[in-house]
């Protein structure tokens, strides 16, 4: 149901930089709430979580309800001293996970 999750990282930076980090992934979320042609419910299906760790050590975590709208994004800051990969994980409620990971180079 998602497509492939897009993130802007940037390639380099020096000790210390403060960077920008953005995210964003397609996702038809659904509340639940809804039901289809026959009159059944459309089971929830919304992204409930989303994570970024830098070399393995969480950085930013959200727990997403299901208010929140379609193509969930996010933009935050972090702070890099070394170079790294970045690995961003996004759940869905069917346990569903989509990922992807970013590296960049501090000099």
């Known amino acids: 149901m998602?497509?492939?999750p897009r993130v802007k990282v940037p390639k380099t930076a020096s000790v210390g930089d403060i960077i920008t980090i953005k995210s964003l992934i397609s996702h038809k979320m659904e509340s639940g709430q809804r039901k289809n042609k026959?009159?059944?419910p459309i089971p929830r299906r919304i992204i409930n979580k989303?994570?970024?760790t830098f070399n393995d050590t969480l950085i930013f975590s959200a727990d997403i309800d299901p208010a929140?709208?379609?193509n969930p994004y996010f933009e935050f800051s972090a702070r890099v001293?070394?170079?790294g990969t970045f690995?961003?994980?996004w759940v869905d409620d069917d346990g569903s996970e989509y990922t992807t990971e970013k590296k960049i180079a501090v000099s």
Do not use: L
Request: glycine fraction near 6%.
């Open 50 to 52: 989303f994570s970024v």
């Open 81 to 83: 001293d070394e170079s």
């Open 38 to 40: 026959k009159g059944e």
């Open 68 to 70: 929140v709208s379609a």
């Open 2 to 4: 998602a497509s492939k």
């Open 87 to 89: 690995k961003f994980v």
